[in-house]
């Protein structure tokens, strides 16, 4: 089973940084099952990024993805009020399985 | 616009089963694109992906909870269930349905809002 280790744990910054997410697999993900969510207290997850680095519908562009190799990344180039909540990734793979990371918690410093 | 929404007992005793059912409206359970699953949250916790299922009735399920789930589709009534036995408080969450594309996305792009299933006596 694969396991998505997210960092760092809480995120603190300020409105108008940019926010760099991680999220390692511990084993080979292909790019195109990898995703990111977005949730805010009190709301289901919201998908983000799919793919690895496609955009979902309706998603800003300050939203971005990349990777190499076993690691992906999240970036928000320039926070927005609204930003501030828990990111998760998640894995798929060929079984329909799929697997959460723990989460990372962009917070207002 | 697609829409899920969970429904069931928001309250299971200790060693019953937990049983919620996602309706969804605005598409249809049977499109071949699509898997339909459930995810749930502990209070305060991260998202643990439980199972999904796909029309015909297969299904993938979590190997730490392999052992007391059930997931079912009812495509007359465009629905599908999640039963989960024996439950203990550790089962305590809000539950989730969601929408999984099988050949494009492989992400859940849609979700109902949730229901809180506590488990107590």
């Known amino acids: 089973e694969i396991v998505l280790t997210q960092s760092p744990g809480t995120l603190p910054l300020s409105p108008g940084d940019r926010a760099t997410l991680s999220c390692r697999a511990s084993q080979s993900v292909p790019s195109s099952f990898l995703a990111w969510y977005q949730q805010k207290p009190g709301q289901a997850p919201r998908l983000l990024i799919y793919s690895a680095s496609s955009r979902a519908t309706g998603i800003p562009d300050r939203f971005s993805g990349s990777w190499s190799g076993t690691d992906f990344t999240l970036t928000i180039s320039r926070l927005e009020p609204e930003d501030f909540a828990v990111y998760y990734c998640?894995?798929?793979?060929?079984?329909?399985?799929?697997?959460f990371g723990g989460g990372t918690k962009v917070e207002i410093k | 616009q697609l829409q899920l929404q969970e429904s069931g007992p928001g309250l299971v005793k200790p060693s019953e089963t937990l049983s919620l059912t996602c309706t969804v409206s605005?598409?249809?359970?049977?499109?071949?694109?699509?898997?339909w699953g459930w995810v749930r949250q502990p209070p305060g916790k991260g998202l643990e992906w439980i199972g999904n299922?796909?029309?015909?009735?297969?299904?993938s399920y979590s190997p730490s909870l392999k052992s007391r789930v059930t997931i079912s589709v009812d495509t007359s009534n465009n629905q599908f269930s999640l039963r989960l036995t024996s439950v203990t408080a550790a089962d305590t969450a809000i539950y989730y349905c969601a929408r999984l594309p099988r050949i494009t996305t492989f992400a859940l792009d849609y979700w109902g809002q949730g229901t809180l299933v506590t488990v107590s006596s």
């Open positions: 299922t796909y029309y015909s009735g297969s299904t």
């Open positions: 998640q894995q798929y793979d060929t079984s329909s399985s799929l697997t």
């Open positions: 605005g598409g249809s359970i049977t499109s071949s694109s699509y898997y």
